[in-house]
Nanobody, 130 residues
Framework: EAQLVESGGGSVRAGGSLRLSCVAS????????IAWFRQAPGKEREGVSC????????LYEDSVKDRFTISIDKSKNTVFLQMNKLEPEDTAVYYC???????????????????????WGKGTQVIVSS
C-alpha cells in the first residue's frame, strides 16, 4: 500500500500563497493518480485538484480554478499544489490521496469519488485569515 506524506500547510492572510507537497512511496507502478482533497470543520471532504502520472491530465474544482496549480515530479513521486490568492474559504485540512492504475482525467468532471483512492495522507492544515 502506498504511503503519502503532505507538507507545506500553514497560516496566511487572504491573498497570500502556499505550496503544498505530497510525497508518495511504497509502490512500484509508474501508473497512478494523485488528488488533493480538503475538509473544513463541519463539512464533507471535497475534491480540489488531481493529476495523472500517465498523461499529465488534471482537473480543478470550480472553486479553485485560476488560483491553484497542480504539478507532478514523477522522478520523485511528488505532487505539488501551488495555492495563490488564498481566501478564508480555503481554510481546511488538505489531504492527498493515491489511486494505483491507468487513470486519465481527460474525460472526467471531478476527481472523486473518495472511494476511488486506496491510500491517504494524514493531512496538512491550511488557515487563511481575512
Amino acid at each position: 500500500e502506498a504511503q503519502l506524506v503532505e507538507s507545506g500547510g500553514g497560516s496566511v492572510r487572504a491573498g497570500g500563497s502556499l505550496r503544498l507537497s505530497c510525497v508518495a512511496s511504497g509502490f512500484t507502478s509508474d501508473d497512478y493518480a494523485i488528488a488533493w482533497f480538503r475538509q473544513a470543520p463541519g463539512k464533507e471532504r471535497e475534491g480540489v485538484s488531481c493529476i495523472s502520472s500517465i498523461d499529465g491530465s488534471m482537473l480543478y474544482e470550480d472553486s479553485v480554478k485560476d488560483r491553484f496549480t497542480i504539478s507532478i515530479d514523477k522522478s520523485k513521486n511528488t505532487v505539488f499544489l501551488q495555492m495563490n490568492k488564498l481566501e478564508p474559504e480555503d481554510t481546511a485540512v488538505y489531504y492527498c490521496a493515491f489511486d494505483k492504475g491507468a487513470v486519465t482525467f481527460d474525460y472526467k468532471v471531478s476527481c472523486g469519488p473518495l472511494q476511488m483512492y486506496s491510500s491517504w495522507g494524514k493531512g496538512t492544515q491550511v488557515i487563511v485569515s481575512s
